[in-house]
Every structure is written in structure tokens, then in C-alpha cells.
């Protein structure tokens, strides 16, 4: 019987996260909300989808600014979405809209 049969937990504990599991948990240390989070998560798979399941660190700005611009252009989304969806493609600090 190999190792990781006798301890599933050691298969587990040396596989690398998901992405979407690594941004979780980047929001959660930051004490974000759960509506940040399921935002973010919701505009990282969009642009995941958008440029053909690729991983996001296969693709550069130009592909962000390509993402901006079809949201922009043939999506109708407000210009805030945009600023938000820069912000969390690029792993700067998010924007917080004024209250």
C-alpha cells in the first residue's frame, strides 16, 4: 500500500490550491466581507471564461485590458464594475467606493 493510501490527509496537504481557493483566502485574512468575496471570485471566473479557461498568470495586461474593454463595449457593465474588476485582476488593493 503506498503512503498516501494509509494517510489520504498527506495527498491533500501537498497538492497546490486552486486559484479561486488562494483568492478566498487572501479576502478572508483581509477581513473582507462575504460580498467582496463572492464578487471577486465572480469576476475572476468571468475573466477566466472570457479568455478560454486560461490561467490568469498565463496572460498579461493586454489580456485584462482586452476583458475591460468587452465589458465595457458589448457587456453594458457600469464603469464601476470595471475599476473593480482592474483591481482584483491585478492584485492591487481594491477600491472602495465612497459611502
Do not use: C
Request: avoid cysteine.
Amino acid at each position: 500500500m503506498a503512503a498516501d493510501d494509509t494517510n489520504p490527509g498527506v495527498a491533500a496537504a501537498t497538492t497546490k490550491p486552486k486559484l479561486l481557493q488562494l483568492v478566498q483566502d487572501a479576502v478572508r485574512r483581509k477581513h473582507y466581507s462575504s460580498r467582496t468575496e463572492d464578487s471577486y471570485v465572480h469576476w475572476i471566473k468571468r475573466f477566466v471564461y472570457f479568455h478560454g479557461k486560461l490561467h490568469p498568470a498565463e496572460l498579461g495586461e493586454p489580456a485584462v485590458t482586452a476583458f475591460l474593454n468587452h465589458l465595457a463595449r458589448e457587456r453594458n457593465v457600469a464603469p464601476l464594475d470595471p475599476r473593480w474588476a482592474t483591481a482584483i485582476l491585478s492584485a492591487r488593493d481594491t477600491p472602495h467606493p465612497a459611502r
